[in-house]
T-cell receptor
Framework: GNSVTQMEGPVTLSEEAFLTINCTYT??????LFWYVQYPGEGLQLLLK?????DKGSNKGFEATYRKETTSFHLEKGSVQVSDSAVYFC?????????????FGQGTRLTINP | EAGVAQSPRYKIIEKRQSVAFWCNPI?????LYWYQQILGQGPKLLIQ????????DSQLPKDRFSAERLKGVDSTLKIQPAKLEDSAVYLC?????????????FGPGTRLTVL
């Protein structure tokens, strides 16, 4: 079946460091890919998405590129801030048409120290 | 614009008791989802509604879980009887139409502890 595997956490970085959170997927067909973020005490919110191969999603300084050849969608940010501390979830939607069904990875907890 | 509302935020019950959660989606959103998020895992879809019809309930443990969405707006998720392994955060989400590139908006969740 379809699945998403994320980099094990927790990840701890200093402010202004470079961030990479790895995400790989297994799916039949051509899924849409998403990164969701959960800040402390808040609900999940969409960070960025890409719907086809080679698309790059970006938001709030974060980027991720849909790589079909490596079945990956790694999240990157050039300079992290304390406010980026959160849990990050990679997800895929295996129904490009019709009702969307999200399959999530296990999440990666990120802590940024000042 | 108001977000997805859920209540209660926290619930503690003993095993074999019953419990119900309520969700009010964003106004105008046709699609509503219930997810179960066990500690340390990503959310898992339990059931998906399109208006007041069920689209996908393949991962809903139907012997103890039930859900309804009357009039295509609010929804309730019920567990009866609860088991220890049902301890989790129950998330409600909604989207405009449910299509492949549609954005799902999540509520804050209900944290259930079964003792």
């Amino acid at each position: 079946g379809n699945s998403v595997t994320q980099m094990e956490g927790p990840v701890t970085l200093s402010e202004e460091a470079f961030l990479t959170i790895n995400c790989t997927y297994t799916a039949t067909g051509y899924p849409s890919l998403f990164w969701y973020v959960q800040y402390p005490g808040e609900g999940l919110q969409l960070l960025l998405k890409a719907t086809k191969a080679d698309d790059k999603g970006s938001n709030k300084g974060f980027e991720a590129t849909y790589r079909k050849e490596t079945t990956s969608f790694h999240l990157e940010k050039g300079s992290v801030q304390v406010s980026d501390s959160a849990v990050y979830f990679c997800a895929l939607s295996d129904r490009p048409q019709g009702a969307q069904k999200l399959v999530f990875g296990q999440g990666t907890r990120l802590t940024i120290n000042p | 614009e108001a977000g997805v509302a859920q209540s209660p935020r926290y619930k503690i019950i003993e095993k074999r008791q019953s419990v119900a959660f309520w969700c009010n989606p964003i106004s105008g959103h046709a699609t509503l989802y219930w997810y179960q998020q066990i500690l340390g895992q990503g959310p898992k879809l339990l059931i998906q509604f399109q208006n007041n019809g069920v689209v996908d309930d393949s991962q809903l443990p139907k012997d103890r879980f039930s859900a309804e969405r009357l009039k295509g707006v609010d929804s309730t998720l019920k567990i009866q009887p609860a088991k220890l392994e049902d301890s989790a955060v129950y998330l409600c989400a909604s989207s405009l139409a449910g299509g492949g590139g549609d954005t799902q908006y999540f509520g804050p969740g209900t944290r259930l502890t079964v003792l």
